[in-house]
């Protein structure tokens, strides 16, 4: 059985720290509330001349050094993000440019914060079907672009970054033993798209746009219905919940995080968060986590981890593989 497998992973992120108390200096905000509400200390913040595919390309570039590949290898580059540099062509063309990867297939996946999940589920496809064989999945995210200054309610929330995993095949016994990608649930209501939105775009607006959120609802619906598609990636994997050693959730605020882990009575300690340091990067928090977990040692090959996310759309979803 050939399994599409995550062989390596790499972040970055812009140098420029924003904390609560800065942005207490633009809106009517605290240090205090942002704290509690949301659990985040601070964000990091592109500088003006530095697009989504910089943070792309050196997220790419390291994934790729920790899967001892190089930028010749790359026959797949996807790219999830909300916050491409231009309306076309696609971010990914672009990152195949800056990364010197040969010709071969690159493309944008657009599901907002869940576009990471998306996107690995998309290359999945590929690797596993033969047509990739060293692909580059990367979430990359300038989401402090989209934001209303004036908007305490919104502007508090996010932040830039970009994350990237190597895919590649991998041939095993077709157990839940082998290395590899196992299995996704995917959702998306598109009749809840008021929830959660930009306010712009090329066929309504012209312009870019602000982000806009019903936070409240955003909140109720996404504890409930993220457990259930990790409940869903868990059966469509042959997994129990159990099984998994390291839960890896999209960042966008702690309640959420603690709420789908209270849901599914998951320990603690198996929860990566990193939404304190990064804030909501939208598409880039997963490989974020992934990445910084790794790094410090506490998720280490072999091991079972659960991507799940949930953002505009609504979309939301859930996958599982071995490390
Ligand atoms: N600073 C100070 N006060 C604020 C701020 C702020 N930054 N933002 C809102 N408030 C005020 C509100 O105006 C309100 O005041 P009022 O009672 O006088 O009207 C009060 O705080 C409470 O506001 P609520 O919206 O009820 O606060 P809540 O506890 O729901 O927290 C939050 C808001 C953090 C947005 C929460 O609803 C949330 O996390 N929602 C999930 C949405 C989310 O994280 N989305 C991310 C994108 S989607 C995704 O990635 C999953």
Request: proline share 3%; net charge negative; aromatic share 4%.
């Amino acid at each position: 059985v050939t399994r599409s497998a995550v062989t390596g992973v790499g972040s970055f992120l812009p140098e420029q720290v924003v904390t609560n108390a800065d942005l207490a200096a633009i809106v009517d905000t605290s240090d205090e509330w942002i704290q509690e509400r949301t659990g985040i200390k601070q964000r990091h913040k592109a500088r003006d001349d530095q697009p989504t595919s910089d943070l792309a390309v050196e997220a790419a570039r390291r994934a790729l050094i920790d899967a001892g590949r190089s930028p010749e290898d790359v026959d797949l580059i996807v790219v999830a993000t909300t916050t491409p540099d231009m309306t076309f062509p696609a971010t990914a063309s672009i990152v195949q440019r800056k990364l010197g990867a040969p010709v071969g297939i690159a493309f944008d996946v657009q599901a907002v914060c869940s576009g990471f999940v998306y996107a690995m589920s998309v290359a999945d496809g590929f690797v596993a079907r033969g047509l990739a064989k060293c692909a580059v999945v990367i979430g990359a995210e300038e989401m402090t672009r989209l934001m209303d200054w004036t908007d305490r309610t919104t502007c508090v929330l996010f932040g830039d970054g970009a994350g990237a995993v190597v895919m590649e095949p991998r041939e095993g016994q077709g157990t839940t033993a082998d290395q590899g990608v196992l299995g996704f649930a995917l959702r998306c209501d598109g009749n809840k798209t008021d929830l959660l939105y930009v306010d712009g775009g090329p066929a309504t607006t012209g312009s870019v746009g602000h982000l806009r959120m019903a936070g409240n609802q955003v909140f109720r619906h996404a504890v409930v219905n993220i457990a259930e598609a990790v409940t869903a990636a868990c059966e469509a994997s042959g997994l129990q919940i159990a099984d998994i050693d390291w839960f890896v959730p999209h960042q966008a605020n702690q309640r959420i995080i603690k709420g789908v882990g209270d849901r599914l009575g998951l320990d603690e300690d198996k929860v990566i968060s990193t939404v304190a340091t990064h804030a909501n990067t939208s598409a880039a928090s997963i490989p974020l986590a992934l990445d910084a977990a790794i790094k410090d040692g506490r998720i280490k090959r072999g091991d079972m981890v659960l991507v799940e996310a949930m953002g505009g759309g609504l979309t939301w979803g859930a996958c599982a593989f071995r490390l």
